[in-house]
């Protein structure tokens, strides 16, 4: 009876037993489980690695003094510099204005929530470049506001300034979305009992909601530079001689067909991304004191006051008036003879589009429509696959996304024209080499939601439909998609926004059959087309927003059919 | 034949990310015999449902075998068991009806239509379920989500029957009904089938055999009233039930049993399960009900605390040095003592335990 004493009667076997167990166990999923990892390698890892390899090795191999040659040119460390003051910049800057809005619409008594709300989140679904473009003729060298109404001649627009105007603007919605979820989060009784206790407002403030606050705005002052690091199409329109690495390494790409320049400076830009990332992933997020589970615990807004409340509101609404005044510049400039010059209304711009055609705007629409399905149905599995099964090689998926997610569009970019431009990979030129860089950027957005969304379900649901029988594909099919459709929706959505609007990467894959509206709009504006571009862009942002309102749709007649 | 039987089972848990692995179950053995009822029962962390998830198929045992009707399924896949499993949190499927949740399973069989539809019917039936069938799970009542899953366990005719804690989720008095429900319907379908739980009297009233876990071992393996009356350890004595451990030394043995001497009374008790001797220093089961308040009672208890129960009055004393819970349900007539009185006790030996030997420091561990 008296057991305890005695060792386990037997040794294990090596470690990895239990792991080969569930191959044999499971040889389909198994199977799959290898697919999905090996096009992760193939699509995802393996042309970062190209490029870093292309960094380093020239065509007569590895060359030091070649390597030593280009690092000692100015202009790589010019923009390494540019590209980091810029990121923390925009990070601090879109972080305090996300953290104000978070705030002021989750604690305060502050008017017109929902329209604060709304125009916040407008950047997140227009192209990177509409405000940019919007800036331009706003303040520009005939710019509305500097020539028109300030009778300024010599404006310059382009530069630093600006660039961490649009760039804060365009990634507060992240920062904003971010701090708010943790601030829904973390449950009121908190700050009551903060109260209760005797501590004034402004020390539960700052004793109580900002620590527990913190982990957000630390991660969202990292994804924020993680994105400012990434941009292209803003700092190549109005950057002017402020060149980040993302702009450098596309001219010397395009501009002077260096690759190894290129790649060199898409490999620098993998630096602060990645550490970024990483110390987001892996001390930010375990800092975090609340779970968030997506669902917002019962709130009580307790600061009405008119001291807090009033300097609040004024900042929120100068925050979202700026922003409907670019995307109402743009709209209004698609429907302007030339702005700042002729300003008599036409639809001479809408015309043209209609003449030229919708060929481009069609070849994004039919791209991104293929791309979609694809990297939500694969971003569950490999959500199902990295939470719910162990296989030997798990990290190689794990890692291999989360790097695809990390990389630059533009590292993500050169990689794609190096690696797949000879056989058996030859793709450049075709519409599948675009569909694959728009899967691979998106895909760790539904493996987080996918993710999120399983840790929440009750594992035993998935063990009583094997219980009762079911192979381990029917209990994925018939139980844990279906239990995901929040998450895949959420995955679909993001997607189709992101290929729609992504310009990074695309840039160097499109091609004379496959080019895509971004690309477009970016020549548009660079020929100083100003009007025909700002009429793209509106068709654009009005068509996202159409597919977005048709799902939002569909997912509630879903849900309602239950 | 759907006998049961683990045999040297050991599961060790491998560390993962930081946190320490450790021995869920150590060197097992176990048998369940063809249509009983069998409970694991212990504290948390015990073991108990680790070995039940081996037997589900969603554990592997490190080492050891588990067969079922004499066939060797330890390396079986959970899905080729043919094993039913009743979950704490029923784990109903949220998106079907509750008739697809029942018919998931059959689906699977590949009977024919009529068939299906038959079994899936009259299960409904059986469980009351009928008029429910094309409701989602989520309007439902806790009882009725806990009549479905069983239902939808029971349905493919499964060789075992697994319950965790089943009844966990339900508030007190529904829980003895369910309880009683379960019990019926598996005696009535004779399947064989294990029951896990920490809740003792749920044990007690539902089981053929009630096996009491710690630590990753089996503590003892018996029926209720042997597990309750006749405990193999101060654990399993303290776990099944309120119990005064009493510490006396043997004064005499006869054929009878022995004399024991406890505080300042000595009484003739029925021998334990191990030979005793004069002189030996033994400890004695002695529950709450086993002593009453009687003014010629041999025991004097000084009053501690008082704890007014309602039905009774339970009383935190001491006798002779030694904790002891007294309960008494004639208060009513003779009134409550306070803290501080003393009390005159009697007891009735004819229950009272002697523990087996070897347990001498187990009073530390349970404390």
């Known amino acids: ?562 | 034949m759907s006998k049961v039987v683990f045999s040297n089972i050991v599961k060790q848990f491998p560390a993962v990310g930081g946190a320490p692995g450790g021995l869920a179950v150590n060197n097992l053995d176990l048998t369940i015999e063809e249509g009983q009822l069998v409970t694991l029962l212990g504290p948390s962390g015990c073991g108990k449902t680790t070995t039940l998830r081996m037997l589900a198929g969603f554990e592997t045992p490190s080492a050891g075998s588990i067969t079922i009707g004499g066939r060797d399924v330890t390396h079986l896949p959970v899905n080729a068991r043919n094993v039913g499993m009743v979950f704490q949190s029923y784990a109903l499927f949220p998106h079907m009806t509750v008739r697809q949740n029942v018919e998931y399973g059959v689906k699977l069989l590949n009977l024919p239509r009529r068939e299906m539809d038959e079994r899936v019917s009259e299960i409904l039936e059986t469980m009351a379920l009928a008029q429910y069938a094309d409701r989602a799970p989520s309007r439902l009542s806790g009882g009725q989500q806990q009549r479905v899953a069983l239902a939808r366990a029971v349905v493919t005719r499964p060789k075992v029957l697994l319950f965790d804690e089943p009844l966990s989720n339900l508030d007190a008095q529904l829980r003895e009904r369910m309880r009683d429900e379960l019990r019926a319907i598996q005696l009535r379908l004779g399947i064989t089938s294990l029951y896990v739980t920490h809740d003792q009297s749920e044990a007690m009233a539902i089981s053929d055999r009630v096996v009491v876990m710690r630590n990753g071992v089996i503590e003892q393996d018996d029926t209720p009233r042997n597990v309750y009356s006749r405990p193999g350890t101060a654990f399993v004595a303290e776990f099944m039930g309120k119990a005064n451990i009493l510490e006396g030394k043997v004064e005499s043995v006869n054929d009878q049993g022995a004399r024991v001497r406890i505080a300042e009374a000595s009484f003739d008790l029925a021998p334990g399960p191990q030979p005793l001797r004069a002189g030996q220093a033994v400890r004695c089961v002695v529950r709450p009900e086993y002593l009453h308040l009687d003014p010629a009672g041999q025991l004097e208890a000084k009053v501690r605390r008082v704890v007014f129960q309602g039905g009774h009055v339970e009383y935190l004393a001491e006798i002779g040095g030694q904790e002891c819970t007294i309960t008494d349900a004639r208060y009513i007539h003779s009134g409550i003592a306070e803290a501080g009185q003393s009390l005159r006790v009697a007891m009735d030996t004819r229950p009272v335990w002697i523990l087996p030997e070897n347990q001498a420091n187990e009073m530390g561990k349970v404390a």
């Not at chain 1, 500097?146 to 961490?164: D, K, M, P, Q």
């Not at chain 1, 260096?258 to 898409?266: F, I, T």
């Open chain 1, 1 to 562: 009876m008296n057991a305890t004493a005695k060792a386990p009667s037997a040794r294990m076997g090596p470690a990895s037993a239990p792991l080969w167990r569930s191959v044999t166990a499971d040889p389909w999923l198994f199977g799959i489980f290898a697919l999905i990892t090996l096009s992760v390698l193939v699509f995802a890892v393996l042309p970062i690695l190209i490029v870093l390899k292309h960094a380093v090795w020239t065509p007569n191999g590895f060359d030091l003094s070649a390597l030593a040659g280009t690092l000692s040119q100015g202009f790589v460390w010019r923009s390494l510099a540019n590209t980091m003051i810029l990121g923390v910049t925009s990070a601090l800057v879109a972080t305090c204005a996300g953290f104000v809005l978070a705030f002021a619409v989750t604690r305060t008594t502050m008017p017109g929530k929902t329209f604060i709300h709304g125009a916040a989140l407008l950047p997140i679904i227009s192209p990177p470049f509409v405000m940019a473009l919007a800036i331009v003729i706003l303040f520009g060298r005939s710019g509305l506001i500097t020539r028109e109404l300030l009778g300024i001649r010599n404006a310059n627009v382009y530069g630093f300034h600006s660039l961490v105007l649009i760039q804060s603007l365009a990634f507060t919605p992240i920062a904003y979305l971010n701090i708010r979820g943790m601030l829904q989060s973390i449950d009121s009784a908190l700050e009551d009992a903060s109260s209760s206790l005797g501590a004034s407002r402004w020390t539960t403030f700052r004793q109580v909601t900002l620590p527990l606050v913190t982990p957000a705005i630390l991660s969202s002052v990292l994804l924020v530079f993680v994105k400012s690091v990434e941009d292209f199409g803003n700092p190549m329109l109005i950057g002017g001689n402020y060149n980040t690495l993302a702009v450098e390494a596309y001219s010397q790409m395009v501009g002077y067909f260096n690759l190894n320049a290129g790649a060199l400076l898409a490999s620098l830009m993998l630096v602060p991304s990645m550490t970024a990332f990483l110390i987001h992933r892996y001390w930010v997020c375990k800092r975090s004191y609340v779970t968030v589970t997506g669902k917002p615990t019962a709130q009580s807004i307790r600061i009405s006051g008119r001291r807090v409340v009033l300097p609040l509101s004024i900042l929120c609404y100068a925050l979202a008036f700026t922003i409907l005044l670019f995307y109402a510049t743009v709209f209004y400039v698609s429907f302007t003879k030339l702005p700042g010059v002729n300003n008599t209304l036409t639809l001479d711009h809408y015309r043209t589009v209609f003449t030229v055609g919708f060929s481009t705007l069609y070849n994004s629409l039919y791209l991104a429509g293929i791309a979609t399905p694809i990297t939500a149905i694969a971003g569950m599995m490999i959500a199902f696959l990295l939470v719910r099964r162990a296989f030997p090689g798990s990290f190689l998926l794990r890692w291999g996304t989360l790097l695809s997610f990390a990389a630059p569009g533009t590292i993500l970019g050169i990689g794609y024209v190096s690696t797949f431009n000879t056989p058996p990979l030859l793709l450049t030129g075709t519409a599948m080499i675009v569909i694959a860089a728009m899967v691979v950027k998106n895909l760790q957005v539904g493996i987080e939601a996918g993710s999120n969304q399983l840790q929440q379900i009750d594992r035993s649901i998935e063990e009583a439909s094997t219980i009762l029988g079911a192979s381990s594909g029917r209990t994925f099919f018939r139980i844990t998609l279906p239990l995901l459709r929040p998450a895949l929706f959420a995955s679909l959505s993001y997607s189709l926004t992101r290929s729609l609007t992504t310009l990074s990467a695309v840039i160097f894959l499109v091609s004379a059959n496959w080019t895509l509206i971004t690309v477009t709009i970016l020549s548009q504006v660079e020929t100083l087309k100003t009007g025909v571009a700002a009429a793209w862009c509106s068709i654009l942002v009005i068509v996202v927003l159409a597919i977005l309102a048709v799902m939002q749709l569909l997912l509630s007649a879903a849900s309602r059919e239950r």
